[in-house]
């Protein structure tokens, strides 16, 4: 499946612009020309020029400096919130498809109350009780996504769960882990992978506007939603200044987003090929029921899609095994 | 009052209608396909290759041959509704004269409302679940026909009862879910010909059907046919119902016509190898304990470049002469062959 | 000498029996009836047709021997182990054994598009844990052998395989257990004549050279004909006759199978006078609008299959007392085996329709009433 994503000219690009970033985390101090914590009241605000390549800001500390010392903090947050988001969300999802219904009346049921948490408060309270530093408020805000990722991936997993293959997969005794494991795990991962990477770009943003409220990063320590944050704060004087940061932040949330798109493109044709399994007892059921209740049981899902003109729109089951026949 | 008079109302639509049914005398083609070849993957191959037919009124033809020989794009080119990727790359199509080719989308949507009607293998995928069908009958009516509402629910139940539905005003309002399969196929036969065409091209109309549902169904095509003059293009891949239903038979092996002529004619007298292969293994209702045969080999792939005859690989009667050198087709007595050497074997359905 | 005594008993034997079992599916108001009363059996080396139209039950009743649907009433017995009753680790370790395998309608959704031909063959040997990696390549290997494929596909994804090559290799992943059962469920509906048959001579050479016995599920009688022993008519999911095939087929003693048996697509008349004849005149063919009920209303038919003979909404020769369940009686057979048929009518119906009807037939279908 890598092989088939990276077929896709815009996951090459997203996957050199993410190793770019990672090269920053991990080099990011290093590469810094100067302190970013040295602070020069008379050069605050200042535009670019050859000492200060993207200019100062407020406290006259050098921006590029500051970005690029900012980097690994920004990556490891989004990363540890994402991580946190994929234990607490996508496995209960995955296990609440197989678990049968008690386990995902519970599962929902937590979920549902995970949900109505505000982001912020949770966010403040964490911060408060655990100490004021990044890690604990990435929790927080990893553990308020863990939602999405949960009914991501258990959407993700019930639409596979009642195909034909796991059934048969039953018939020979396949324990519920092995079928997961064989027939469902790579199906749902790029579901989990789309979800996992515009976590991740949230995640980034997030981390700005918690600054705005001093939780989590303590000053003076550099983040991108951090410098994105003070240039905010004089646009007045330094229209400019958020242009760069914004369009960090953005590049690495897009690059993030487009190799999501990309891991499910390559997937898709399975997607497309298993979604119309229903299993023909079904049908066979619903038929019977349908003679006892008429109008109260019909399931669109068994006649497939509506249409205004019968006679066009549908696909070309030749053509489709005229593309079959050449492929082999 | 006749089924005939009853689809000539309304009033509204007369001018139309005489029109069309001035244009209809018996006997006369009202589809003709003339050398049509077809390219798919956006012309790299050519899965339908010279194929002239003819559909003349009153007058059931069958195309049939194995899945992936043609005989589904022959229809579908017919119809204008090839999928993306495919083209008709010569040849053509008319109806009743009308070459299809200068043929705008307003033209084809004309045509596809009042001169050919189709039906194809699930019903249930081609109407909406959530109305009722008597409903998408009656829209189609108005969209086509331009009748007022009143008028179209009226013919809509007329021809829910053409088609053999006898509690009309019930099956009117039921959704299709709440139809059995028989009963949505005959739902779709009613849209079909709900703006009376010249034409209905049948797709495997029956295939999904249960057998006594599937009879039933030629029953109707078959009575459509005598009473209102309807020419039928029915693709199948079992020869058996081909056999019951159609006058006419036109067989397909890898995207040609390797034989045509009437139904009896074919079944009786085949005189290419592969129909006669076809027959051999074909459940004709024969309900005795009996060998099952097959027909060795593949089909060639779709598109493939053959200097001879597509069927010599799996022929048993094939010469060097027939996997070197091209074949046409011959016609004598309205019965056409592809095959060097026909004249030579004396086939028979039975003998293998 | 218990040996003996149990080898000889195990011809006898039935391998599989299933005795009045009935399902219901869905639960509560919804539950609907889908097999009331349902009896068979089959002996080893023997295979029996399932035949009945859509909604006839008879995927469920394929499902219910299989554990994936439970009987309501009744049991299922595998030789004499009840299986029908298996829960949890039980049924898990049944399945694991691999004795009874099933061989899903449409392998395009049966088999996982993911996986290899190889992998999906080698599936159940792999879930029951026991083999090593080297004998199941060998076992994979011997069971692609059996169902005539080549070794060229083990690499190949099901998309990438012809449709008569996936129906094969789903037999092949049942066999690599090395069953005493196979059940197929339509197994070729989708395919065309050639390949039909194709699929159908290796059901019937496996149940020659491995013993096999199988119940073959088929909506289509004359692929049936070819290789099946018995036959089993499902109508609105209750067995309505079950007999010898050769014999159900000649003369049907059940109203539904004759009418199933006229409505499947034939050469037309004046060909088929060109067939031998069958000898006795008892054994002409019926025509099927000599035995369709005119003015049939299944729409309105209570969904009550306790509510007298399922078929009598549709059957020309219902009179009052198909009110009542007919009970299943037996038919003598030539060969033995067992016939029975559920009608009231049994005996009489066709005596019925030789004396009055035939003069009557119209040459042309009816035109219908308005």
Known sequence: MLKKTLRFRSAQISVAILLAVLLLAIFGSALAPQDPLHQSVKDFLQGPSSRHWLGTDYLGRDVLSRLLAGTRTSVTTAAEATLVGLVFGAIPGLLSAFLGTWFDFIANRITDAIMTLPTIVFAIGCTAVLGNSLTPAMLAIGFLSSPLFFRVTRAAALEFVRAQYVESAELFGASRFRIVRVHVLNKVIPTIAVAAAMSASAALLIVSSLTFLGIGVVPPAPTWGGVLASDLSYLNQAPWAPIVPAVLIMLTAGALNALADAIRDASGVHVSLLSAASSKAATEEAAATELTQPGDDADPAFLGANSANPVIDKIDEEAADVNRHSAA | MSTDTQLREPETSDALRTGVAGQRSPGQDVLVIDDLTVTVHNGALEAVRGVSLAVRRGEVVGLVGESGSGKTLTCRAALGILAPGCHVAEGSVSFGGQDTAEFSNKAWRAVRGSRVGAVFQDPGSYLNPSVPVGRQLAEALRSVQGCSRKQAKQRALELLRLVGLRDAESVYRQIPGELSGGMLQRVMIAIAVSGDPELLVADEATTALDVTIQAEIIELILRLRDERGLGVLFVSHDLAVISELCDRVVVFYAGEIVEAGPTEEILLRPRHPYTQAMLRVASLGDYTRRTLDVIEGQPPSVGAQLPGCRFADRCGFATEQCRTTPVAISSGGGHEVRCLRSDELSLTRLAS | ?370
Request: proline share 6%; net charge neutral; charged share 25%.
């Open chain 3, 1 to 370: 000498m218990t040996a003996t005594v149990e080898s000889g008993r195990s011809v006898d034997l039935p391998l599989l029996s299933v005795e009045s079992v009935d399902v219901h599916l869905g639960r509560g108001r919804r539950a609907a009836h889908i097999l009331s009363q349902v009896d068979l059996t089959v002996r080893p080396g023997e295979i029996l047709g399932v035949i009945g139209e859509t909604g006839s039950g008879k995927t469920t009743l394929a499902r219910t021997v299989m554990g994936l649907a439970d009987p309501s009433q009744g049991e299922i017995r595998l030789q004499d182990k009840v299986i029908s009753s298996l829960r949890g680790s039980a049924r898990r370790d049944l399945r694991r054994g691999g004795s009874v395998q099933f061989v899903f309608q449409d392998p395009l959704r049966s088999l996982d598009p993911d996986l290899t031909v190889e992998q999906l063959v080698a599936e159940g040997l792999v879930t029951q844990g026991q083999a090593s990696s080297h004998e199941i390549a060998t076992r994979v290997r011997e069971a692609l052998g059996w169902v005539g494929l080549d070794e060229s596909l083990l690499s190949k994804h099901p998309a990438q395989i012809s449709g008569g090559q996936r129906q094969r290799v789903s037999i092949a992943r049942a066999l690599v257990l090395r069953p005493q059962l196979l059940i197929c469920d339509e197994p070729v509906s989708a395919l065309d004549s050639s390949n039909r048959n194709n699929i159908l001579r290796l059901l019937d050479e496996l149940r020659t050279s491995r013993g096999l016995s199988v119940i073959i599920i088929s909506h289509d009688l004359s692929s049936l004909a070819g290789i099946a022993d018995r036959v089993l008519v499902l109508y609105r999911g209750r067995v309505v006759e079950d007999g010898p095939i050769s014999e159900v087929f000649a003369r049907p003693r059940h109203p539904y199978t004759a009418l199933l048996i006229a409505s499947a697509p034939a050469l037309s008349d004046q060909l088929a006078d060109q067939r031998p004849e069958p000898s006795s005149e008892q054994h002409r063919p019926l025509h099927v609008r000599q035995l369709r009920l005119v003015d049939a209303d299944t729409a309105t038919v209570s969904n009550d299959l306790e509510a007298g003979c399922v078929f009598r909404a549709r059957c020309r020769f219902a009179t009052d007392v198909c009110g009542t369940v007919p009970a299943a009686q037996d038919v003598p057979t030539a060969h033995g085996g067992g016939w029975r048929v559920s009608c009231h009518h049994h005996s009489t119906w066709r005596a019925e329709l030789e004396d009055a009807d035939r003069p009557r037939v119209p040459a042309r279908p009816e035109p219908l009433p308005h």
